[in-house]
């Protein structure tokens, strides 16, 4: 339940590819929940990114809802299996089904390789008929899976993501209402179904009163009784008379209307967005406190070259003017007026663009910080009285704002440059009418996936541009990732309760400590460290905490209470539950001022299918959710194990020495700690991952290196660092039995598994979107891009020198 989310500062890293489903939607307008200025806890928690999982709302515009589950009958997460239920006869009979499928299996490959499969100048050496093969379920389900998944007639070493994910594109196109498709968006499905089965099942026995809560948000959401359709427009246009009317519909006047209590409303009475963001998170300086934080903020399309790139993206601009002009005439205006509005509303925003930073040009966290106090941001930005703007909000909870209390301004001039933008709009009647139709639109807009079917119908249009397809889904789907999202540790105890195996944990900490070891024994290997920085580098790498599975605190009834104390849902009051929601997350914010940071809070659900690196914490958190196939099954060999949950550990622990998480020491305070000829030599080796990445195109567009820099240099360095660790390990294990059939070394079948992970389809507009907006680079060149750059892949699959997959130039930081 995400929407715009317009946030201060990223503040966690996470691996995920932004698969449409697993997700977090904050780039789509009209998700899930709509626009909130401030972040909170069940949203991401402090100013960072929502955490992942939103998927398409209700048929609005949704969410990439990738950027972030899963679930499967083996690994980390577990539930009874067939074989666990059926009878002493049915499991005989199973049994000799599966040997002679086993039997049958062998021999296709067999023929499959001597008619010219994989080639075998890539195999060391193929295995031979009397060496043990693994022929567990688990290993001959796995060996089936891998080959059906890789494309036998590629060269890997021409293109590695097309001989590994081959076979899984051609037999996997895109379903129905998906932009993107793929490992994750089908693991997510399948968590999808065992959360409906807890909030459905009246048998399930429920614990706590937050996981009531949980339930009863869920069948509001679901709206059986039809409340919602027979509502309409009523909810939304209540709203907007209380914060001042809109133009548009009729209700509005120019002599009344007051910028100062407009936004007091709409961002701190309904805690939606417009212009700027502010929001309580860690002090970048001082991670042990908290502190106000203000950014820029106020765009509704997900990146500002929509508005400012006008032949690549003249269809998203004509489709967003027609679902504005769609909602306004649904909201009673007369459509030629409408759409003459909402054009000089597009107009604004397109202004506002011009004067946004872009996202590459806000890598460095340290030039970025700019710590005042709200009496200078007065002086810098008098766009408000600051002073009785921030009252406003923190009067909710009993809390008073002195204009001496401090501030971080991430962007100071942005609300320099917005300020004189918005007086200058001010100072006509025309003007006025258009900043006040601006925040009108704003705050409709995030809430039109609350309304009645004609209003998310009427998304559609947008959402389709922007990502080439409607996103529809099943009202359950829906419903099951909106209660996630809302009140996801509750519905998470649920969750745990029902799969997750307690074995897991220690497992995946065994995992983790093998490939921080890997990274830290690499450190000695960089040359271009000084010795004083490498051995500070090594105590931040031994002081990184690891989160796993999901917080204790969910399985104990009354501190799980005590987190929701406060937030009441009614079964028929869905658009009301979702106020309740943001106005809770709000004051919830609020108090994070006065209380210090929490160094073991949790920022994603325990369902979660993805991973995250928090710099002022320096925290990895592993939930739940990933400790399951493919990317993690303690009946897998070790290679798959190694090359996608190993490569996940890796890339989060390389976050923590990226382009911005390296300027956080081993504490998660924001300072230089390393010498400026250190700083030097990483910025050279940084740019070549900029210019290697900046080559790559998709569907001919050139990706933006400098945006995805902290992203590909994780991808790399996890990819090494988890490879290093499967090495060593297999020093001490050097006779894993190799799986059948498949006619690959175990290092071999790493790069296979790691690969496999990505395997994906997507819409051109999806791809256009996650080029423009997304700090991750597309699935293909999160495999290509770090194998290439891999001595040891080339050593592995005898690739010749200057093959596209052993580049002569290779690009290395970690």
Known sequence: MNGIQLKPMPRYKRTDFEDEETSSASSIPGDVTGSSTVLTDMKGGGVG?????????RGSVAGLAPMGVRYSV??????????????PLERFLLALVALLAFVVFVLAIVVGVSSGGVRERIIEKIVQPERKYCVTPACVTVASSILNA??????????????????????????????????????????????????????????????MKARTYYYSCLDKNDTVEALGKKPIVN????????????????????????????????????????????????????????????????????????????????????????????LGGEEASVKAQMQDVIDFEKRLANITVPAEERRDDERLYHKMTVAELQTSAPLLNWTAYFNSAFSQINKTIPDTQEVVVYAPEYMANMTDLVREYLASSKGKVIICNYLAWSMVHSMVSYLSEPFREASKVLRKALMGSDGSDTAWRYCVTDTNAVIGFALGAMFVREVFDGDSKPLAQNMIQEVKDAFKNNLPMLKWMDRETRELAKEKADAITDMIGFPDFITDPKKLDEKYKGLEFEENEYFENNIRVSQFLLRKNMQRLYRPSNKTEWEMTPTTVNAYYTPTKNQIVFPAGILQAPFYDPNYPKSLNFGAMGVVMGHELTHAFDDQGREYDKTGNLHQWWKNSTIRSFQSRAQCFIDQYSNYTANGENLNGKQTLGENIADNGGLKAAFHAFEDWLGTHPDEPPLPGVNLTHKQLFYVGFAQVWCSTETPEAIHLQILSDPHSPAKYRVTGPVSNSEEFAREFQCRKNSAMNTKKKCEVW
């Open 49 to 57: 990114p929502v955490a992942a999982g939103v998927g398409g709302a």
């Open 74 to 87: 083996s690994g980390g997460v577990h539930r009874r299996t067939f074989w666990q239920r059926a009878s």
């Open 150 to 211: 890789m494309d036998h007639e590629v060269d890997p070493c021409e293109d590695f993501y097309q001989y590994a994910c081959g076979g899984w594109i051609k037999s996997n196109p895109l379903p129905d209402g998906k932009s993107i498709w793929g490992t994750f968006g089908k693991l997510w499905q399948e968590n999808q179904l065992v959360m409906k089965n807890v909030l459905e099942d009246e048998k399930t026995e429920l614990k706590s009163m937050a996981e």
């Open 239 to 330: 709203l907007l008379d209380i914060v001042g009317g809109w133009n548009v519909s009729g209700n509005y006047s120019t002599d009344t209307w007051d910028l100062q209590e407009a936004l007091h409303l709409i961002h701190n009475v309904y805690s939606r967005s417009g212009l700027f963001s502010w929001a309580v998170g860690e002090d970048d300086r001082n991670s042990s406190r908290h502190i106000l934080q203000v950014d820029q903020g106020g765009l509704i399309l997900p990146s500002r070259d929509y508005y400012l790139d006008k032949a690549a993206d003249d269809k998203v601009l004509t489709a967003y003017l027609s679902y504005m002009t769609a909602i306004g005439v649904l």
